[in-house]
C-alpha cells in the first residue's frame, strides 16, 4: 500500500515532442505528490508538485495531471528540449503524519533527441 | 537559497570498514533525510530524523545507524561496510510544508 508505480523505465521523444510519465499509487492518504528532475551526477531537484485538491497544475513548460479516482498521476513536458534529457521521479508524501517521508518511484530516464 | 551539503563526494572503502557520510544543512531545518539510489529501484529511505537526537527507521535501515547531535548535520554510518552497500546516497532536508531538498549525493564503492 506504500507503493508508487512509476512507468515508463525509459523515454525517448524528439524536440518538440510531449513525453509523458505516469504514476499509481494506493495509499489514499497521501496528500502531497512532488516531480523530481535528476541531472547525471546530481542530487534530485523539485520540478512542480501538486496537491489532490486541483487536478492539473502548469509550470511553465511542466504540467501535473491528477486524477484522484483513479489514484493516479502524470507529468507531461511541453515542447521538450534536448535540455530536458534526465532522469524523473515521482513521489508521494503524507504530511499530516508529521513524518515527510516521501514515498518515490523507480524513475523514467527521458532523452530528448536535438 | 536553501543549502545541503555532503562533504564526501565519491568514496573507495574495503568490505568490513566503518564508513561515515556527513549532511550538513544551513537552514535549521528539523527533518532530515537518507536515501539509497540504485538503478531500477528508485530512492529508498534508510533513516530519517525528525529533531536533534530523534529518528526513525525509514524502509531499507538494516546495515545502517544514524546520528544526529546538532540539528545541522545528520550522519549516515556503514558500521561493516559490504558490497552490497556500494550505492548512490542522498541526504535531504525538509524547508517547510511537504517540500524536501536534496544534496548533491555521496558515491560509495566498497571493494
Known amino acids: 500500500q506504500q507503493q508508487v508505480k512509476q512507468s515508463p523505465q525509459s523515454l525517448i521523444v524528439q524536440k518538440g515532442g510531449i513525453p509523458i510519465i505516469n504514476c499509481a499509487y494506493e495509499?489514499?492518504?497521501?496528500?502531497?505528490f512532488p516531480w523530481y528532475q535528476q541531472f547525471p551526477g546530481k542530487g534530485p531537484a523539485l520540478l512542480i508538485a501538486?496537491?489532490?485538491?486541483?487536478s492539473e497544475k502548469k509550470e511553465g513548460r511542466f504540467t501535473i495531471s491528477f486524477n484522484k479516482s483513479a489514484k493516479q498521476f502524470s507529468l507531461h513536458i511541453m515542447d521538450s528540449q534536448p535540455g530536458d534529457s534526465a532522469t524523473y521521479f515521482c513521489?508521494?508524501?503524507?504530511?499530516?503524519?508529521?513524518?515527510?517521508?516521501?514515498?518515490f518511484g523507480t524513475g523514467t530516464r527521458l532523452k530528448v533527441l536535438a | 537559497d536553501v543549502k545541503v551539503t555532503q562533504s564526501s563526494r565519491y568514496l573507495v572503502k574495503r568490505t568490513g570498514e566503518k564508513v561515515f557520510l556527513e549532511c550538513v544543512q544551513d537552514?535549521?531545518?528539523?527533518?532530515m533525510f537518507w536515501y539509497r539510489q540504485d538503478p531500477g529501484l528508485g530512492l529508498r529511505l534508510i533513516y530519517f530524523?525528525?529533531?536533534?537526537?530523534?529518528?526513525e527507521k525509514g524502509d531499507i535501515p538494516e546495515g545502517y545507524s544514524v546520528s544526529r547531535e546538532k540539528k545541522e548535520r545528520f550522519s549516515l554510518i556503514l558500521e561493516s561496510a559490504s558490497t552490497n552497500q556500494t550505492s548512490m546516497y542522498l541526504c535531504?532536508?525538509?524547508?517547510?510544508?511537504?517540500?524536501?531538498?536534496f544534496g548533491e549525493g555521496s558515491w560509495l564503492t566498497v571493494v
Open positions: 530524523s525528525y529533531d536533534v537526537k530523534m529518528k
Open positions: 501538486i496537491r489532490p485538491d486541483v
Open positions: 495509499n489514499t492518504a497521501f496528500d502531497y
Open positions: 513521489a508521494a508524501s503524507r504530511g499530516a503524519s508529521g513524518t515527510y517521508k516521501y514515498i
Open positions: 535531504a532536508s525538509r524547508v517547510s510544508g511537504n517540500t524536501i531538498y
Open positions: 537552514m535549521d531545518h528539523e527533518n
